[in-house]
């Protein structure tokens, strides 16, 4: 249900303090209440327990606490698990819960579906709707942290904006949920922790050099041949190989950390030693590794996975000059929770 009230969440710690002062009340009540929100993730007012009645039920009258819900959960034969998250306007998104020996991953969206268009994706076959908001991308996480220690006895560990949507296209609210997610007044998590995978969109990722951050960077790149990527990603049209491996070396430069490129070989689209080639001198020019990965089946016949022995061509040539590449197993697929594989019935 949408309420006329204002969310609490969309407020910064200062503008509480100010709240309380403005009602007669001191400053640290705005503390106390910024804590249960983004350090306790509380749901309700009633939760805060050490807040009067009367303060609480001021609260009550002035903002509701609109909150996410998992609305279905399905779990595939390794261990993975997808959720439909369900924000306070009924519209749904998806989360994965990525467990691996060592480590379980939250796989999250930034936005409710996407605007690029990529061919190969399924999240792009659903139109953009809208943006997520700070406290909408802070929830997933809550909720997977929750099923990590549930299921696997411990924290989450990791978190990858690989979900649906593009966060580079929603660069604020990110940016404000990255930091209740890693503050020590949030959730404390480590920014090393935590990679943004993107299109590549040149202009903020040279924004985010800016500004200085401390998380990951991984760009889907797919070709390192323009008129391939293009067919691929329309977005190459806009900004082409040369405008993204300008925007990286300047990623480099600033913050010293090295890019991880996401690499899906296709059968006939980038499946020649001549797309490998290019990858190499593209990766030369830029420190960077890759993470090739196999192709998930959206169920339109246009795309399929290259054959392994072209995955392992790929290694062994990136390897033979000094750069590193992996192959990612496709986790989830069963239950459609692969990468690109997210799209929710939302009509
Ligand atoms: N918009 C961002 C975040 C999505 S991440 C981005 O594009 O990077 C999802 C990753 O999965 C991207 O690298 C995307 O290109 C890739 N992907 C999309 N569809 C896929 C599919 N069917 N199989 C494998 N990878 C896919």
């Known amino acids: 249900m949408i309420s006329d009230k204002k969310d609490i969440r969309a407020l910064t710690k200062e503008q509480l303090r100010d709240f309380f002062v403005s009602n007669n009340d001191k400053a640290f009540r705005g503390n106390q209440v910024y804590e249960w929100l983004w350090v306790k993730s509380a749901r309700s007012f009633e939760q805060m327990t050490n807040l009067s009645k009367q303060t609480r039920e001021m609260l009550e009258n002035n903002f509701v606490i609109n909150h996410v819900a998992v609305d279905k959960m399905q779990k595939s034969i390794d261990g993975t698990i997808k959720n439909a998250i369900k924000l306070h306007d009924d519209l749904l998104v998806e989360s994965v819960l990525i467990p691996t020996k060592k480590r379980t991953t939250a796989c999250i969206s930034s936005q409710v579906g996407c605007s690029l268009d990529c061919n190969f994706c399924a999240t792009a076959k ?3 709707m809208r943006n997520l908001n700070a406290d909408e991308i802070y929830d997933q996480v809550v909720e997977i942290d929750k099923q990590s220690r549930l299921y696997h006895n411990h924290k989450l560990t990791n978190i990858v904006f690989m979900g649906m ?3 580079l296209l929603n660069y604020k609210n ?6 209740k997610i890693t503050n020590d007044e949030g959730l404390g998590m480590s920014s090393k922790r935590i990679t943004l995978s993107t299109v590549g969109i040149p202009k903020m990722i040279k924004k985010m050099a800016d500004d200085d951050v401390k998380f990951n960077l991984a760009v889907s790149l797919h070709s390192a041949i323009n008129e ?5 990603m329309p977005i190459n049209d806009k900004s082409n190989l040369e405008d993204l491996l300008e925007a990286l070396q300047y990623w480099y430069q600033k913050t010293k950390q090295k890019i991880t490129f996401e690499y899906v070989v296709f059968k006939g689209f980038n499946d020649k030693k001549k797309d490998i080639d290019a ?3 593209y990766c030369k020019k830029v420190p960077s590794k890759v993470n090739l990965i196999t192709y998930n089946n959206i169920g339109d016949a246009e795309y399929q996975s290259a054959d392994g022995e072209i995955i392992e061509q790929y290694v062994q040539i990136l390897e033979a000059n000094n750069i590193i590449a992996k192959v990612r197993k496709s986790r989830g697929d069963d239950i459609d929770a692969a990468c690109g594989q997210l799209a929710n019935k939302m009509e």
């Open 165 to 167: 949507g593009e966060p």
């Open 279 to 281: 990858l190499v001198s």
């Open 174 to 179: 990110v940016m404000t949920a990255i930091d």
């Open 126 to 128: 659903l139109k953009r």
């Open 228 to 232: 391939v990527r293009s067919k691929l």
